[in-house]
C-alpha cells in the first residue's frame, strides 16, 4: 500500500508529507483548493506524463516521492528486479520534474527510464475518475478482467503456452518447406552432377601427377638421342670400361713389388669403374623410360582434360571435385530425409493445431459461463448507484479460426441502461457519471481478484448525491477491506465512510503567493468538515447533527 507520499515545488504546492494507512482515506476541501494538483503529482511519481508546468513558479524544478510498503513477494518488485533493481524494504518512487520539460526517474534511488516508472507505477496503483476510462474502453483489459473474475489465469496460461507451439511449429514447418522446396528445384542437378562426378571418380592429387606424366612422355624424344649417345658412350665398343678394368688388373699384380706406389691408384681406378657402372645403368634405365606408346601419352591428356573441364564447369580445383561429389550425393540424401522429416513436421503441426483448439473451445466455454456470474455479480451492485433499470453485460464473440495467444473470444464490457434501448459498448452508451458507477461495481466485485494495492478514486461521486452517495461510499468502504482505497469525494455520505479524512486547503505564505496545504483532521475536525460539505458556506446546527448523524452511523 502507499505509505507516504512527499511532494516538493508542484503547482501550489511548496512542501508537502502526508501519511497513509490501509482502509479507506478521502482527501476533501473546496473548488480549486487543490486536489487536482495532488492527484497530478502522484500520477507523475507512478511514471505520467510530465510537464515543466508544474514546477512551481520561481522554482528550477519539482519533484514527487512515493514510498509503498509491500509484501516481499508482490508483483512489482519481481518487475523492478527483473530491470536488475535492488528492491529490499521499502518501494521508493521518485520522479524530478525540471522546468524546461525533462524530467528524471528514480526506483529506491537506482535512476530508471520513465517507462519502467510507469510499468511499476501500474502494478502498485489504480487511478479512476470520470475521465480516466481507459480500463472500460480497452477490450483486452476486459477479457483480462474476466479472466480474473472467473479463476481463469491457469486455463488461459494453458492457451497461450499451446498458441506458442502451434506458432512454433507452423514456423518449423514453413521453414522446412522453403528449404525442400529449394532442394526439389535442384535436385535433377544435383543427380547428374553427382553421377557425372561419380563416373569421373577423380582423386586428390590426380591432377598434378598426371600433368607431370604428360610433360615427360612429351619431352622424351627430345633427349632419347642424347641418352642413347651416352649409353653407347659407356657401355658400347668405344666403352672405356674394358680398358680401364684391364690397367686396374696390371696394377693389381705388381701390388706386391710397390705397395705404396699402386695401392692408392689401384682404388681409384675401382672406385671410377663402379662409378661408369652406376652411370651406365642410369642411362640404360633412362633411355627405357623414354621408349612409351603413344596411346599411353593420348589417355593421359584426355583425362587431364577431363579432370580440368569438370573443375572449371563446377568452378572448383581438381583436386576439390572428389570433395564435390560427396557433398551432392549428401544433398540428396538430405533431400529424400527433408521430405521424410516435413511429413513429421506437418504430422507435429496438426497434433499442436488440435491441441490448441480443444484448449481455446475450452477456455471459451468458461469465459461464456463466467460471463453469466460476473453480469449477475455487477448487475446486482447497479440498483443502489441510481442504476436499477441498468443492466450489465459481457459480449464475448467467439471465431474458432480467429487464433492468438488468448484464445478464440473478443471480449468486450456493454450495458444497458435502460430496457428497451439497445445495448453497446460501455464507454459509448455510458455518460460520465454512469461510467464511473459502472466501473465502481465493476471494482467492487473484482476486488479480491488481482487488483492494484491501491485504488485513488477521483470524485466519482460527482453529480450524484444522498442514497446514492451514501452507496457510493459504502461499495468503497467494501472495497477498503480488501484494497486500500483513497479518495478524492465533494460526498459527505462518502466522506463519512472513511477511516482516514485529509482536508486540502489553500493558505496564504506571503503577501503574494498562496499554497496549497493537507492536514489530517482528527474525529471532532472531521465533523466541521462534513457540515461544511453538507451546507456550504455557512454551516448550520443543522449541518452539523447531520454530520453527526453520518458519523455515527459509521460507527
Not at 96 to 125: E, K, Y
Not at 412 to 441: C, D
Amino acid at each position: 500500500m502507499l505509505a507516504q507520499l512527499l511532494i516538493r515545488d508542484i503547482v501550489l504546492i511548496d512542501r508537502l508529507e502526508l501519511a497513509f494507512a490501509g482502509g479507506m482515506s478521502v482527501l476533501t476541501g473546496e473548488t480549486g483548493a487543490g486536489k487536482s494538483i495532488l492527484l497530478d503529482a502522484f500520477a507523475l511519481a507512478l511514471g505520467g506524463r510530465g510537464d515543466g508546468s508544474l514546477v512551481r513558479h520561481g522554482e528550477a524544478q519539482g519533484q514527487v516521492t512515493a514510498v509503498f510498503d509491500l509484501a516481499m513477494d508482490h508483483p512489482a518488485r519481481a518487475m523492478a528486479r527483473s530491470h536488475d533493481l535492488d528492491v529490499d524494504g521499502e518501494l521508493i518512487l521518485r520522479r524530478v520534474q525540471v522546468a524546461d520539460g525533462r524530467t528524471r526517474a528514480f526506483i529506491n534511488d537506482q535512476p530508471v527510464s520513465v517507462q519502467v516508472l510507469r510499468t511499476v507505477g501500474a502494478a502498485l496503483v489504480e487511478i479512476h475518475g470520470q475521465h480516466d476510462d481507459r480500463a472500460l474502453i480497452e477490450p483486452e483489459t476486459h477479457r483480462s478482467l474476466l479472466d480474473v473474475f472467473g479463476n481463469l489465469g491457469e486455463q488461459a496460461a494453458a492457451v497461450s503456452a499451446a498458441w506458442r507451439a502451434w506458432r512454433d511449429a507452423r514456423s518449423a514447418l514453413d521453414q522446412q518447406r522453403a528449404h525442400v522446396e529449394a532442394a526439389r528445384k535442384e535436385a535433377d542437378f544435383l543427380r547428374h552432377a553427382a553421377d557425372e562426378l561419380g563416373k569421373l571418380g577423380a582423386q586428390v592429387g590426380e591432377e598434378a601427377e598426371l600433368a607431370r606424366q604428360r610433360q615427360l612422355m612429351m619431352q622424351a624424344e627430345k633427349v632419347a638421342k642424347d641418352i642413347a649417345d651416352a649409353s653407347e658412350a659407356l657401355s658400347g665398343q668405344g666403352s672405356p670400361i674394358p680398358e680401364l678394368s684391364a690397367h686396374m688388373r696390371r696394377l693389381e699384380r705388381r701390388a706386391t713389388q710397390a705397395p705404396e706406389l699402386v695401392e692408392v691408384p689401384v682404388k681409384a681406378l675401382e672406385a671410377a669403374l663402379v662409378a661408369l657402372d652406376e652411370a651406365a645403368a642410369t642411362l640404360e634405365a633412362a633411355l627405357r623410360a623414354t621408349e612409351f606408346d603413344p596411346h599411353e601419352l593420348e589417355r593421359c591428356e584426355e583425362r587431364l582434360f577431363a579432370l580440368r573441364a569438370a573443375a572449371r564447369k563446377y568452378d572448383v580445383p581438381a583436386d576439390g571435385l572428389a570433395a564435390l561429389q560427396e557433398r551432392f550425393v549428401a544433398e540428396l540424401g538430405a533431400l529424400d530425409a527433408g521430405e521424410q522429416h516435413l511429413k513429421g513436421l506437418e504430422a507435429d503441426l496438426a497434433l499442436r493445431a488440435g491441441a490448441y483448439a480443444q484448449l481455446a473451445a475450452g477456455l471459451s466455454a468458461a469465459r461464456t459461463a463466467t460471463a453469466k456470474q460476473l453480469d449477475t455479480a455487477v448487475t446486482r451492485e447497479l440498483p443502489p448507484l441510481k442504476l436499477e433499470r441498468a443492466s450489465f453485460i459481457t459480449q464475448i464473440t467467439t471465431d474458432p479460426a480467429n487464433w492468438s495467444a488468448t484464445g478464440n473470444d473478443h471480449v468486450e464490457f456493454w450495458v444497458q441502461t435502460n430496457p428497451g434501448t439497445r445495448p453497446g459498448p460501455m464507454f459509448k452508451v455510458a455518460s460520465g457519471g454512469e461510467l464511473s458507477r459502472f466501473m465502481l461495481a465493476l471494482k467492487v466485485v473484482l476486488a479480491d481478484k488481482g487488483s492494484a494495492p491501491t485504488l485513488v478514486f477521483d470524485e466519482i461521486d460527482t453529480g450524484v448525491g444522498g442514497a446514492v452517495a451514501d452507496a457510493i461510499g459504502e461499495r468503497l468502504a467494501r472495497l477498503a477491506a480488501k484494497v486500500q482505497v483513497i479518495s478524492v469525494t465533494h460526498a459527505p455520505q462518502v466522506a463519512a465512510k472513511a477511516g482516514r479524512h485529509f482536508l486540502i486547503s489553500k493558505q496564504a505564505v506571503s503577501a503574494d503567493r498562496v499554497a496549497t496545504r493537507v492536514a489530517p483532521l482528527a474525529d471532532g475536525e472531521r465533523g466541521e468538515e462534513l457540515a461544511r460539505m453538507l451546507a456550504g458556506a455557512t454551516i448550520t446546527d443543522e449541518a452539523r447533527a447531520a454530520a453527526k448523524r453520518l458519523l455515527d452511523t459509521l460507527n
